[in-house]
């Protein structure tokens, strides 16, 4: 089965841009996680979505959006980015919010 | 204070030992331990997952936790090179993770000398 793929792998941009990720799960797994990684914050919680509803946030500025589509594949969003965005943002999905999760290889952004 | 402290490393061992990775947390409605190994520019891999106190063994590999002093561990028994890699711990109140995810240590960054 394959696993998590995030699309694209590496990606840069400049202060003030907008950019899209991409997720998608494992199949048959419907809930879709999304975890900015730093080297000073280490990983931290973003948001999840389940069934195309956003369960929960993390504390993260509204710059940082997301959503999922029917068939459990996730976007997430960042408007007007700021160098500290520079980040490995990893997506990980789950049969359900109550299962173990898996990871992606993730999206290395870098902000310019 | 963070939630989660886990010492970044890097701890060296040469191969063969016995590694011994830690975490300490604040928040005792964590219910749920997890052990992620990270290798270099990919994502978290999931090790092993334990729920409430105890011990759990797999391979080469055992978890323990202990909820009255909020300390978890990961021992690796017959240490490898292919072992090298960051290790991240990671709790929940919710199996999975749930609406609120989960909340891991900064990684300690662990390297099997041959």
């Not at chain 1, 975890?35 to 919680?45: A, E, I, K, N, V």
């Not at chain 2, 106190?53 to 978890?72: L, M, P």
Request: glycine share 10%.
């Amino acid at each position: 089965k394959a696993g998590v793929t995030q699309t694209p792998r590496y990606l840069i941009k400049t202060r003030g841009q907008q950019v899209t990720l991409s997720c998608s799960p494992i199949s048959g797994h419907r809930s879709v996680s999304w975890y900015q990684q730093t080297p000073g914050q280490g990983l931290q919680f973003l948001f999840e979505y389940f069934s195309e509803t956003q369960r929960n946030k993390g504390n993260f500025p509204g710059r940082f959006s997301g959503r999922q589509f029917s068939n459990s594949r996730s976007e997430m969003n960042v408007s007007t980015l700021e160098l500290g965005d520079s980040a490995l943002y990893l997506c990980a999905s789950s049969l359900g919010p109550e299962e173990t999760q898996y990871f992606g290889p993730g999206t290395r952004l870098l902000v310019l | 204070q963070k939630e989660v402290e886990q010492d970044p490393g890097p701890l060296s061992v040469p191969e063969g030992a016995i590694v011994s990775l830690n975490c300490t947390y604040s928040n005792s409605a964590f219910q749920y331990f997890m052990w992620y190994r990270q290798y270099s520019r990919k994502g978290p891999e999931l090790l092993m997952y334990t729920y409430s106190s105890g011990n759990k063994e797999d391979g080469r590999f055992t978890a323990q936790v202990d909820k009255s002093s909020k300390y978890i561990s990961l021992f690796i028994r017959d240490s490898q090179p292919s072992d090298s890699a960051t290790y991240l711990c990671a709790m929940s109140g919710a199996s999975g993770g749930g609406a609120d995810g989960l909340t891991f240590g900064k990684g300690t960054h662990l390297i099997i000398q041959p």
